[in-house]
């Protein structure tokens, strides 16, 4: 209960992220990058074939290796829907679990820097930019990378900061 009291404004944050990237989540995607779905469900569909139900045969090597963007993002799309099934929920949850890590990670930033209060708006006006409500779960690179480089932005602040240490985790 102390956690919740401490970090009342932070969970706030993460609960409105969450509802706002996860409304109408498995509605078919219309926009500019809606093959992106299609794209990256087929990567994932012939990861799961190829891997977990044994069709080594009807799938060549090659054909599972993208050199457009690291084995991480493929094999997160694949691991959420062997768990899931395969469909636009299921790749959508990726990025939603990344958008709202970034969004706890602005949050973080701005109270380093600033103060509680800072941090909470930074985090709120990210949450309210049509950017971050399209792209946030857009089963796509774009999400995880901007996510992963805010994480790591926080880690250089901590090591410039405070301890070195966290200049590793940087």
Known sequence: ?????????????????????????DKPFIGHHDWNGAFWGSVADRNI????QGNQDQ?????????HYTPFISILFSVS???????????????VFFSVVMVVFVYKIGERLFGKLEGFVAALFLQATP????????????????????VAF?????????????LILF
């Open 49 to 52: 074939n190829y891997f977990l």
């Open 1 to 25: 209960m102390n956690f919740v009291k401490k970090n009342y404004l932070l969970l706030l944050l993460v609960l409105l992220a969450t509802f706002l990237l996860t409304y109408k989540i």
């Open 131 to 150: 950017m971050f409500l399209y792209f946030g779960k857009l089963p796509d690179h774009e999400p995880i990378v901007v996510s992963l480089v805010t």
């Open 154 to 166: 926080y880690f250089y602040i901590l090591g410039y900061f405070k301890k070195k240490m966290n």
């Open 59 to 67: 799938i060549s090597a090659e054909n599972l290796l993208l050199t």
């Open 81 to 95: 829907s062997a768990i899931f099934g395969l469909s636009e929920f299921s790749l959508r949850l990726v990025p």
